[in-house]
């Protein structure tokens, strides 16, 4: 019994070293893999910029490109702490195409620009690991997904954070100087469409990146200014042109100097609304009131504006921002953001102080009961988008 039982174990052991090996020669014979889609989106937000100071695209084939083993992708998603269950890979013929609990395969059989997949380094064996670029990672979200997710991965793909889970908030600047830099800019993108004529959902992608803008410092910013700024068809309040980061110069009285110069203040609120005024034309015309209003927003929230030095230092700030003539300023707490129901209360007073007006506008007669049904779809638009890029949980 005891010699059985001994034998067992052996055959085990030799069992799992020869399982080993012909992962090992599975892993030799494969080349490189790519990391696409989700994943990609997910790897990018959370990496420094892996081409910063780059000079040339590298050009990568996607005919050497192979799929994962499912534990090796767990493990890589591991590596990276990507907060996601899957990892997505292009792949160049349909008979590499699998699914498991931790793999999901894209079939690419075009050829793409140069600069389309970035080298991560050597992964393990005589593999190495790419990932789609930024353009091409929206491009991709923006054929497979709705129209908020592809927006709001454009934010997240021309910002100046990253994702990291040790720092406050979870999110640290790009400008830290070790290394990194943003992603890409919509010129980069656009440019990029233009040259990738045979991939899929260009057209979707070049007419959502029109609502992308630059220059977020967390994905609550982004979330924020999208609901704020989208058009009323994709669920957004439409208060106007929005601008992320936008620096204003502030006049603050005379320095204690003996020139006796005007002290200028700088100051960059997260979201800087400008409109055409809609609502009071007549006083336009008579004087009254300006044809372009302004409003800004700050977002404080509770990861970084807490505890009583924060507080203060944020008071001074919104006085200081009252010193703009003709600006108004509003403030999202996290409780707001949180709130949907206070988060529109809150547009609502932004809109007003617009002269803005309420969306949607209808041109055509409609009966009561189709502008009840009308309001009810806006509505529910208005409450998806908030569900996606500020209530829900976003790894990138």
Request: aromatic share 8%; hydrophobic share 40%; with cysteine.
């Amino acid at each position: 019994m005891r010699r059985g039982k001994k034998l067992l174990v052996v055959c085990r052991k030799l069992a799992r070293t020869a399982s080993g090996r012909r992962r090992a020669c599975y892993l030799r014979a494969m080349g490189y893999f790519i990391v696409s889609h989700n994943a990609a989106l997910a790897l990018l937000a959370h990496l420094p910029n892996p081409r910063f100071g780059d000079s040339e695209p590298e050009v990568v084939s996607i005919a050497g490109a192979c799929a994962l083993l499912d534990q090796e992708a767990q493990d890589f998603i591991d590596r990276y702490d990507l907060g996601i269950q899957t990892l997505d890979l292009l792949v160049p013929s349909r008979a590499d195409r699998r699914q498991s609990k931790h793999v999901k395969t894209h079939l690419c059989t075009n050829e793409l620009p140069a600069g389309s997949f970035i080298s991560l380094g050597h992964w393990m064996g005589g593999l190495d690991a790419y990932v789609c670029s930024p353009e091409l990672a929206f491009v991709q979200v923006a054929h497979d997904s709705s129209a908020a997710e592809a927006i709001y991965a454009g934010y997240a793909m021309t910002s100046n954070y990253r994702l990291d889970n040790l720092a406050p908030g979870g999110v640290t600047s790009r400008d830290g100087g070790m290394r990194d830099g943003r992603l890409t800019t919509k010129e980069l993108i656009a440019a990029y469409i233009e040259a990738s004529p045979k991939v899929r959902g260009l057209a979707k992608a070049k007419a959502l990146l029109a609502y992308v803008i630059e220059g977020s410092r967390s994905p609550r910013e982004s979330g924020l200014c999208m609901f704020m700024s989208l058009p009323a068809r994709y669920g957004g309040y439409a208060l106007g042109k929005a601008e992320l980061n936008k620096k204003a110069f502030i006049r603050d009285g005379l320095n204690d100097g003996r020139e006796r110069k005007l002290r200028v203040l700088e100051r960059t609120p997260d979201i800087t609304l400008t409109a055409k005024v809609e609502v009071g034309r007549d006083k336009v015309k008579a004087g009254l009131l300006p044809e372009v209003l302004t409003a800004m927003v700050d977002y404080d929230s509770d990861a970084i504006h807490d505890g009583r030095e924060k507080i203060h230092k944020d008071a001074e700030r919104r006085n200081e921002l009252e010193l703009l003539e003709g600006v108004a300023y509003f403030t999202v707490t996290t409780d707001q953001a949180n709130d949907y129901d206070k988060l529109v209360r809150l547009c609502e007073r932004i809109r007003r102080k617009l002269h803005r007006n309420k969306r949607p506008i209808f041109n055509k007669a409609m009966s009561a009961e189709q502008r009840y049904f009308a309001h009810a779809r806006a509505e529910t638009k208005r409450f998806w988008l908030w569900q996606a890029v500020i209530d829900a949980h976003q790894y990138w």
